[in-house]
């Protein structure tokens, strides 16, 4: 009965983690986000405010709009049109870009793809902050996982392990020389860019919520493997949900420093 008891205890364990290290920080990075996109788009009455959005829109809107038309078209879902960067009508509308679908949350495929529409700003945009490291100034994303991997060495909490990834990735741009630093430049404007661009707005969560059933049963599958496998889970969970918030927080720092530019101004 104890070993039952505590398969079931390790399976629950599992899924927890797997869900909070992934589409748990996604959400909490994606809510805050959009909190301060709120504020600096209620702040933007000067020129400065509206032309750092655009700015930054030029690459993150795109990317953005592109998202959740590959999630449509995976999916199956009838696009009715798609407007991916409108730097002209935004300052009328306050719309930088948008997609139009058609979609059924009839099936589980359907409801998956309700999930990953709604949610792929932030899938893609994330993946490809950290595509982008990995390409442009690869010696940053190795500083960055060595970092990883020092801290996690002696299992101590998410949040020390995030504080490495941070921190190791600010340690490797600030150790880039001659053509490096340029390299750091754009990789930080595209990075800023995206994750500025990125956020979950409670429409995006709405319109994923019938796919959440779905994504749960993914994730309690996947627990149940690793468990019968007998994987190791904590330290992956651990390293995972720290390397995709050490980006993402370089978004949210961007934010925050537009933010206040957008209050002085």
Request: net charge positive; glycine share 10%; charged share 15%.
């Given at each position: 009965?104890?070993?039952?008891?505590?398969?079931?205890?390790?399976?629950?364990?599992?899924?927890?983690?797997?869900?909070?290290?992934?589409?748990?920080?996604?959400?909490?990075?994606?809510?805050?986000?959009?909190?301060?996109?709120?504020?600096?788009?209620?702040?933007?009455?000067?020129?400065?405010?509206?032309?750092?959005?655009?700015?930054?829109?030029?690459?993150?809107?795109?990317?953005?709009?592109?998202?959740?038309?590959?999630?449509?078209?995976?999916?199956?879902?009838?696009?009715?049109?798609?407007?991916?960067?409108?730097?002209?009508?935004?300052?009328?509308?306050?719309?930088?870009?948008?997609?139009?679908?058609?979609?059924?949350?009839?099936?589980?495929?359907?409801?998956?793809?309700?999930?990953?529409?709604?949610m792929a700003p932030m899938i893609f945009?994330?993946?490809?902050?950290?595509?982008?490291?990995?390409?442009?100034?690869?010696?940053?994303?190795?500083?960055?996982?060595?970092?990883?991997?020092?801290?996690?060495?002696?299992?101590?909490?998410?949040?020390?392990?995030?504080?490495?990834?941070?921190?190791?990735?600010?340690?490797?741009?600030?150790?880039?020389?001659?053509?490096?630093?340029?390299?750091?430049?754009?990789?930080?404007?595209?990075?800023?860019?995206?994750?500025?661009?990125?956020?979950?707005?409670?429409?995006?969560?709405?319109?994923?919520?019938?796919?959440?059933?779905?994504?749960?049963?993914?994730?309690?599958?996947?627990?149940?493997?690793?468990?019968?496998?007998g994987t190791e889970y904590k330290l992956?969970?651990?390293?995972?949900?720290?390397?995709?918030?050490?980006?993402?927080?370089?978004?949210?720092?961007?934010?925050?420093?537009?933010?206040?530019?957008?209050?002085?101004?």
């Open positions: 009965m104890d070993s039952v008891r505590n398969g079931i205890w390790n399976v629950i364990i599992r899924f927890l983690l797997a869900v909070i290290s992934t589409l748990g920080v996604f959400i909490v990075f994606g809510l805050i986000l959009d909190q301060l996109e709120i504020l600096i788009y209620s702040r933007m009455a000067s020129k400065v405010g509206r032309d750092i959005i655009l700015v930054t829109g030029v690459v993150g809107t795109p990317l953005h709009e592109a998202s959740h038309w590959l999630g449509c078209k995976i999916f199956g879902f009838k696009v009715l049109e798609v407007s991916l960067f409108r730097p002209l009508t935004y300052k009328f509308d306050g719309i930088l870009g948008y997609v139009l679908f058609l979609y059924s949350n009839k099936g589980w495929w359907s409801k998956l793809g309700c999930f990953v529409v709604g945009g994330s993946l490809f902050m950290i595509l982008i490291v990995w390409l442009v100034v690869p010696e940053v994303f190795k500083t960055t996982k060595h970092s990883i991997e020092a801290s996690s060495k002696s299992k101590i909490p998410i949040l020390p392990v995030w504080w490495a990834a941070f921190s190791g990735f600010w340690k490797g741009m600030f150790s880039l020389r001659k053509w490096g630093i340029l390299r750091g430049i754009i990789t930080l404007y595209l990075i800023i860019s995206i994750a500025m661009h990125m956020t979950v707005s409670t429409q995006d969560i709405k319109a994923a919520t019938p796919g959440f059933g779905i994504v749960a049963l993914i994730y309690l599958l996947y627990s149940l493997i690793t468990a019968i496998i992956a969970a651990m390293k995972r949900g720290a390397f995709i918030a050490s980006f993402l927080s370089i978004g949210l720092l961007a934010d925050g420093l537009h933010l206040l530019i957008s209050l002085f101004f």
